[in-house]
Structure formats: C-alpha cells, structure tokens
C-alpha cells in the first residue's frame, strides 16, 4: 500500500531562519508526483510546490525548495527566509501517474510550523 | 476566477440526522475529489468523480456516506444517520484533466459537527 509518512507533528523556526520539513513516502511505483500544501487557519489547502519523479533536479518556487531522494523515499521541504505568513500545516502528498490523468492523493498527517518573531 | 466554493462553511446537527455537503468546483474542471480531514489527522480521501466514468468510491467509510455530481459540475456529499466519529472537515478539490496538469485546487471545507 502507498503511504505517506509526516513525523515532525510541530516544527519552530525564527524568522528569517530556515526550516526544513520531513516527508517519506512507500511506493512500487516509478512514476509519480509529490506534492507539498499549506493549510493555514482559514483551512483552503494551498499548493506550495510539486515535484515529478522522473525529473531529477530538485523543484524550487521562490523560499521553498525540495530535496527529493528518490531512492531513500524521502520528500523534504526546505523554507529559507521564513515569514510569519508561513506558520500553517503543512501537509506533504502522493499521488501516482495515471494514463488516465490525475487520481486521488494520498496525505501525510501534517507537520505544523510556527514562526517566532 | 472563482475559486472551489463549499457550502455551508460549518454544520452542526444531532446524531442520527442526515447531512448534505455542496462543493462547486472551477469551471471546466473534469475531476472532483471529496477528502475527509479528522481533528489531528490528514486528509483522507473519500470518492472521486472523472467526466462521465464512474466514481471511484473506495474511500468512502460506510455506506451511510454518498456522494453525486450533477452535470458534470455541483456536487454533493450526503452522509445519512450521522455519528460523532463522522465529525470532521470535508474537503472538497477539482483539478482540470487536460495534459499533465495534475494540481488539484482545495475550497475551505466544511467543518462537520455531530452532538
């Protein structure tokens, strides 16, 4: 069975520090995606950043990059800079490829980030 | 554009009622996902609803839970004879199937309170 493994339940970071969130996943598959969302206190699910399977180089969206180890299983989310805006859930996901497109995702239990001033 | 909207925004109802969750998704958005997210847990997904296949519905926890998509847009996710453990917030997502655009876009939620 696929699942996703989230084992920090709360992390603290300082602003402007940098924080990194722990993420393993199981799966038989060789193509798939993972992704990361933030879920603030308003409960809208966010996307932050997605990363193929088949690619290699390490996604990054502006603060936020990934180091995927594709042998390991293991999806973490590094947040350079952090902001008071980024204290959330976060919540790591799976979701296999499909031929018929995209298919239910698999989540984590979440890791909750709370920025000091 | 609008985002995924759901309605209402918080339910509360007695033990053994019936509810109806509602979820518009995006415009032109072939897939719909109802997800289940319980106090301290993750999302668990629910059902899954593609164009004109059949939904898969392995996720859904007991037969007391439903879920329709009408037109190929609104849905709705009715949960019959309601029980405490089924307090939680239902999450609905759409994503648009064309190519390899795989995100899924998420609506607030519906927080679900059985006393």
């Known amino acids: 069975a696929q699942t996703v493994t989230q084992s920090q339940p709360e992390m603290s970071v300082q602003e402007a520090e940098t924080v990194t969130l722990s993420c393993t996943y199981d799966?038989?598959?060789?193509?798939?995606?993972l992704f990361w969302y933030k879920q603030p206190p308003s409960r809208q699910m966010i996307l932050v950043i997605r990363?193929?399977?088949?690619?290699?180089q390490n996604a990054t969206e502006n603060r936020f990059s990934v180091n995927f180890q594709k042998a390991a299983k293991s999806f973490s989310l590094k947040i350079s800079d952090s902001q008071l805006g980024d204290a959330a859930m976060y919540f790591c996901a799976y979701s296999p490829w499909s031929t018929s497109g995209t298919y239910k995702y698999i989540f984590g239990t979440g890791t909750r980030l709370k920025v000091l001033a | 554009g609008a985002g995924v909207s759901q309605s209402p925004s918080n339910k509360v109802t007695e033990k053994g009622k019936d509810v109806e969750l509602r979820c518009d998704p995006i415009s032109g958005h072939t897939a719909l996902y109802w997800y289940r997210q319980s106090l301290g847990q993750g999302l668990e997904f629910l059902i899954y609803f593609q164009g004109n296949s059949a939904p898969d519905k392995s996720g859904l926890p007991s037969d007391r839970f439903s879920a329709e998509r009408t037109g190929g847009s609104v849905s709705t996710l009715t949960i019959q004879r309601t029980q405490q453990e089924d307090s939680a917030v239902y999450l609905c997502?759409?994503?648009?199937?064309?190519?390899?655009?795989?995100?899924?876009?998420f609506g607030p939620g519906t927080r679900l309170t059985v006393t």
């Open positions: 997502a759409s994503s648009l199937l064309i190519g390899v655009d795989y995100e899924q876009y």
């Open positions: 799966t038989s598959e060789s193509d798939y995606y």
């Open positions: 990363q193929e399977a088949y690619k290699q």
